[in-house]
């Protein structure tokens, strides 16, 4: 795999020119307040455990599917919890955005574990933790999820509806949902169209689990997507300094590489198991929650998504049958790049603006509306 480069394409002030023009200026302000309080999530220990506990001690999970839980705390009465996709880690999938989210509050991540993974576990996680924001400090949270991440939160979100359950939740965000297998793979596909459906491919439909051999193809085919974006160095060097590059590259790499054959197999299995949201649209599942819910898909999702995948069907079709407040919207950029799926880091000041519209109507207490 070819090294990372982090040697500058453009200057600074070519950089000006190619860009927003407020955009360099936004991230030289960012990356001195970095240097005064740099980026430093902490291992976080929850104030509750019950349902947690209630899974380890039934045997259905064990400690090492156990997400590791960080935190940066700050005042703020809008705390998130962020869930990634299945790369990069929370903590770098919101790596440009961390700023913007903890002057709204602290800000939690979810990073899964590396040899494993339990629905099962993870939810009762999420679970414990909303009531620690909830009942312990009184900060109901918003839950930010993006790509894998957001179809979790959608199964999460369904099976508490099933159940009866309510949840206490400020709101919601889901970047690039995919949230059912068919999202990657088409049914009946004899070969998958996407890069990414020929990652997950191996790990679906099999008795075996895919040998080493198959695991570094999909790691590699990971490795490129990462990369793709981070060798357009143009618009990088706007948007982090050198050392950020190295410790984003670096951070991402190490995910990717130290995933293992099971973690990776049970991460796939939970998706294969999630239904697909539109099977489930005619049932009394719905709606989901009413809490405000912001959805963003990507101008380019054709390029991850299968055709005709069935989360950014209904999301697109009918979203308020899901989230009655709701705003479904495409990202666009219109002077550089195709926004790309999920593409928080190379197209942060793309998503910024409904994000930031979101989390400042959560705080004027007016809903979310269309546009």
């Known amino acids: 795999m070819p090294a990372l480069s982090f040697a500058p394409a453009i200057s600074f002030l070519a950089a000006f020119g190619r860009v927003s023009p407020t955009q360099p200026l936004r991230t030289f302000i960012r990356t001195t307040g970095y240097k005064l309080r740099p980026p430093r999530p902490m291992p976080h220990a929850p104030l509750v455990r019950t349902a947690q506990n209630a899974v380890l001690r039934t045997g259905r999970a064990g400690p090492h599917q156990m997400a590791a839980l960080l935190s940066e705390q700050r005042k703020g009465p809008v705390p998130t919890i962020v869930f990634g996709g299945f790369v990069p880690d929370a903590t770098e999938q919101v790596f440009l ?14 990073n899964y574990p590396r040899n494993g993974f339990s629905t099962d576990l993870l939810f009762a996680q999420l679970d414990d933790l909303v009531e620690e924001l909830t009942q312990e400090h009184g900060t109901p949270p918003v839950i930010f999820a993006v790509s894998f991440g957001a179809g979790l939160i959608i199964e999460w979100l369904k099976r508490a509806r099933r159940d009866g359950r309510s949840l206490d ?85 190490a995910t990717i590489a130290g995933v293992d054959t099971q973690g990776a197999c049970e991460r796939m299995q939970a998706l294969k198991q999630f239904e697909s949201p539109s099977s489930y649209f005619s049932q009394a599942l719905l709606p989901l929650t009413p ?14 998504l299968a055709a005709h995948a069935p989360t950014r069907f209904v999301m697109e079709a009918a979203h308020r049958a899901y989230f009655p407040s709701s705003h479904c919207q495409t990202i666009y950029n219109h002077r550089g790049s195709p926004v790309q799926h999920a593409s928080l880091v190379f197209h942060c000041f793309n998503f910024l603006p ?9 705080k004027t207490g007016k809903l979310l509306r269309a546009a």
């Open 97 to 110: 955005m961390r700023g913007f989210l903890l002057k709204n509050g602290s800000v939690y991540y979810l």
């Open 169 to 253: 939740l400020r709101g919601i965000v889901l970047v690039s949902p995919v949230a059912c297998i068919e999202d990657l793979l088409a049914p009946g596909e004899a070969k998958p169209s996407t890069l990414l459906g020929r990652a997950v491919k191996p790990f679906i439909n099999r008795e075996a689990p895919p040998d080493e051999r198959q695991i570094e193809k999909t790691r590699t085919i990971f490795a490129r997507m990462f990369e793709a974006g981070a060798q357009n160095k143009a618009a990088l060097a706007a948007l982090m300094s050198r050392d950020e590059l190295r410790h984003l590259h670096t951070s991402v790499m």
């Open 291 to 304: 809490v405000p819910t912001l959805i963003l898909f990507a101008e380019n999702e054709d390029a991850i």
């Open 354 to 362: 409904p994000i930031s519209r979101f989390y400042r109507g959560l």
